[in-house]
């Protein structure tokens, strides 16, 4: 079994920049890829990204050139750098992986976008 536990959602004014983390209970060399997504009020969950356990990465449209996965092994945390966020960003954020073929999801944290 694994847990999730995100941190570092807040309030933050357009423009500006916040930093998530996702801390995992087991190593991450034992999960193969990691992957953030986010859910609006009233919209469907959407991917944000992922990493691998590579370090090779992949980002939702909306979010490229903006946002930037990494993930330190030594620590077994991921984690999510927003830059530039927008009003559209507002969401709740959650982070997931997948190990012994059994999906695992974080409480999520909430970040809202707001001047």
């Known amino acids: 079994q694994v847990q999730l536990v995100e941190s570092g959602g807040g309030l933050v004014q357009p423009g500006e920049s916040l930093s998530l983390s996702c801390a995992a209970s087991?190593?991450?060399?034992?999960?193969?890829?990691m992957g953030w997504y986010r859910q609006a009020p009233g919209k469907k969950r959407e991917l944000v990204g992922t990493?691998?356990?590579?370090?090779?990465?992949n980002y939702g449209d909306s979010v490229k050139g903006r946002f930037t996965i990494s993930r330190d092994n030594a620590k077994n945390t991921m984690y999510l750098q927003m830059n530039n966020l927008e009003p559209e960003d507002t969401a709740v954020y959650y982070c997931n992986t997948i190990f012994a073929q059994v999906l695992y999801w974080g409480q999520g944290t909430q970040v809202t976008v707001s001047s």
């Open positions: 087991i190593s991450l060399f034992n999960l193969p890829a």
């Open positions: 990493v691998t356990r590579g370090g090779t990465t």
